[in-house]
């Protein structure tokens, strides 16, 4: 199991990196990846793109791997698609976590991974606020088509793929992210 921490994006709504915006004195982006590690240890994958030095800097010592992404410009599929590229011959499956959902815990991440019964059809997501995301488990049957995407799409459309069965963990903290300063002093 891996998990990717997206946290490539130029954050325009938030005016500068929102993944080194501090709560309670710790980046946003620290605080994924270490929620990241605490499930995943060594599995880990950090994807950068924009203010990469920084960004990178913010989870020094940083526990598995950086992955930069040249192309974050042209959205978030770009990167996901970077990150599962660099894990897809050695992993069962990954679990996508963005950097900007301030509130999820290592325990919900768990909760990802148990609820997977390991088959390649099944896909684990967090259900909240009437919607179903990040994070997300996708299985080793997702990796094609998730290495194909391109632009801001990610694989939200993989829920609604009858390939694939969809598992759900209710955890509505996860509706809590952070796109703009306002979000940040709200939280």
Request: aromatic content about 6%; proline content about 3%.
């Amino acid at each position: 199991m891996f998990a990717i921490v997206l946290a490539a994006g130029s954050a325009s709504r938030f005016g500068s990196s929102k993944q080194l915006a501090l709560i309670d004195g710790i980046p946003l982006v620290q605080r994924t990846a270490l929620v990241a590690a605490e499930v995943c240890g060594d599995n880990t994958v950090l994807v950068t793109g924009h203010n990469r030095q920084a960004v990178s800097e913010a989870c020094s010592p940083l526990r598995g791997f950086l992955v930069v992404n040249e192309d974050y410009a042209d959205g978030l599929g770009t990167s996901l698609a970077k990150a599962v590229r660099s894990v897809r011959h050695t992993a069962q499956a990954i679990i996508v976590l963005l950097a900007d959902q301030a509130m999820v815990t290592a325990q919900h991440v768990q909760a990802l991974c148990d609820a997977w019964t390991g088959a390649d059809n099944e896909i684990v997501a967090t259900a909240y606020a009437n919607t179903t995301g990040a994070p997300v488990l996708f299985p080793r049957g997702c990796f094609d088509d998730l290495v194909a995407l391109q632009g801001d799409s990610g694989g939200r459309h993989l829920l609604a793929d009858e390939r694939f069965q969809v598992k759900t963990i209710v955890f509505e903290p996860a509706a809590i992210d952070i796109d703009t300063p306002d979000d940040l002093l709200r939280l």
